[in-house]
């Protein structure tokens, strides 16, 4: 079955520890998204990807960053200079719309990171 | 102001009652508009697309409406298991991979 492959599910990391989630999708989706969700709000964009090897920042790509090698695959990295990491941090991808209504977000099921 | 906008609830209701939920966008060049369902520490699950037409799903109906800007969500005798968070998503055609999410409204089901 395709899908979208989030790991690791929990993740815990030291204050001033770099640490990347990985998010592996086999849908053949050209265009891939990193999002953070924090208790009780809604989902903010990191970073997107519209195609192999490019990349754009989204509304909050602070301390982030991400690399686009192979169209299955979007690592996120939380490096150091994210003063605020702990949150639940959700991966998408997505086709192209051809027309309304078509090809809306497929989300792999997130990794928790939790700073101690 | 933000791109898109929903009253975060909760409503609660009783089993069997219809509910209705409202999400309003900004920017009128917006192309394509969805209902995601978000349970507790899970991530968001599509529930169905938004057409101009409106559309329907079993107990679930959606509307657009382009001259207010807003689309709809109302639920038909709600069961327990609607208990959720409901996410409103609208993307635009200048930027037709970027989408916006709203924060969400909260749904409580009660027996």
């Known amino acids: 079955d395709g899908g979208i492959t989030q790991s690791p599910k929990y993740l815990f990391r030291k204050e001033g520890q770099n640490v990347t989630l990985s998010c592996e999708q086999n849908l053949n989706h050209d265009a891939m998204y990193w999002y953070r969700q924090d208790p009780g709000q809604g989902l903010r964009l990191i970073y997107y990807?519209?195609?192999?090897?490019?990349?754009q920042k989204g509304d909050i790509a602070e301390g982030y960053s991400v690399s686009r090698e192979k169209k299955e695959s979007f690592p996120l990295t939380v490096t150091s200079a994210q003063k605020n990491p702990t949150a639940f941090y959700l991966c998408a991808s997505s086709g192209m719309f051809s027309r309304e209504g078509d090809y809306g977000y497929t989300f792999g099921s997130g990794t928790r990171l939790t700073v101690v | 102001r933000k791109e898109v906008e929903q009253d975060p609830g909760p409503f609660n209701v009783p089993e069997g009652a219809t509910v209705a939920f409202n999400c309003t966008y900004s920017?009128?060049?917006?192309?394509?508009f969805f209902w995601y369902r978000q349970d507790c520490r899970k991530e968001p699950k599509l529930l169905m697309s938004v057409y101009s037409s409106g559309n329907e799903d079993g107990r679930f109906t959606a509307q657009l409406n382009r001259a207010s800007q807003y689309i709809s969500l109302l639920i038909r005798d709600s069961k327990l298991s609607d208990s959720a968070t409901y996410l409103c998503?609208?993307?635009?055609?200048?930027?037709?991979?970027?989408?916006?999410f709203g924060s969400g409204t909260k749904l409580n089901v009660k027996p």
């Open positions: 990807s519209q195609i192999v090897n490019d990349f």
């Open positions: 920017n009128s060049a917006s192309q394509s």
């Open positions: 998503v609208v993307n635009s055609m200048y930027n037709f991979n970027k989408f916006y």
